[in-house]
């Protein structure tokens, strides 16, 4: 069984090696071969899987030392062309098309600001608790360097009776903490 590579057209002999000659090859790929079948998502679409990542992110965020540290958020149903609008245009979007697999991250200030953007609300990344008077925040630069929140949507597939189902699912991983705030 030969198996062809979706953005060179070269022809390998096992899926591993599809594998192998996309990582070597088309390391950064940013071309996805079948944009052009995947529709624009309505202002609706947008907005709600916009929502879905800030309530998502905000329920990940805590007020005290047990909260804080590596967290993992996933939505177990994500169209990819929802994904694609909103990350497509970034340095950082890359596509695996044998993996059909994407992924984008963003690091330090800047990747905030961006995210300011990208998901249309200024306070995506903190949450405050104003009896304890602590905020909890995604953490992406301090004193000690810079960090990163990483997007990645991934297909996954079940074939049974002959009939082939698809779904689309995004698992977004980031550094929270959390520190004390003053009233002013």
């Not at 790929?29 to 998502?56: G, R, V």
Request: glycine share 4%; with cysteine.
């Amino acid at each position: 069984m030969a198996f062809q590579c979706c953005l060179c057209q070269a022809i390998v002999s096992s899926r591993k090696q599809l594998l192998s000659h996309e990582r070597i090859k088309h390391k950064n790929n940013k071309t996805i071969p079948h944009l052009y079948l995947l529709i624009l998502p309505s202002l609706e679409q947008l907005t709600s899987y916009q929502d879905a990542f800030i309530i998502l992110i905000k329920k990940h965020l805590g007020f005290n030392r047990h909260s804080i540290g590596q967290k993992r958020l996933l939505i177990n149903v994500f169209p990819e062309n929802i994904f694609i609008h909103l990350f497509q245009n970034e340095p950082s979007f890359r596509y695996n098309s044998a993996l059909r697999k994407y992924h984008c991250t963003f690091k330090g200030e800047e990747g905030e600001k961006r995210l300011k953007q990208i998901l249309n609300y200024e306070y995506w990344s903190s949450r405050q608790d104003p009896k304890t008077k602590t905020t909890g925040y995604v953490l992406l630069a301090n004193y000690e360097g810079n960090y990163e929140i990483s997007f990645v949507w991934t297909q996954t597939e079940l074939i049974e009776n002959n009939r082939t189902f698809q779904c689309g699912k995004v698992t977004c991983k980031f550094t929270t903490d959390a520190s004390e705030f003053v009233n002013k």
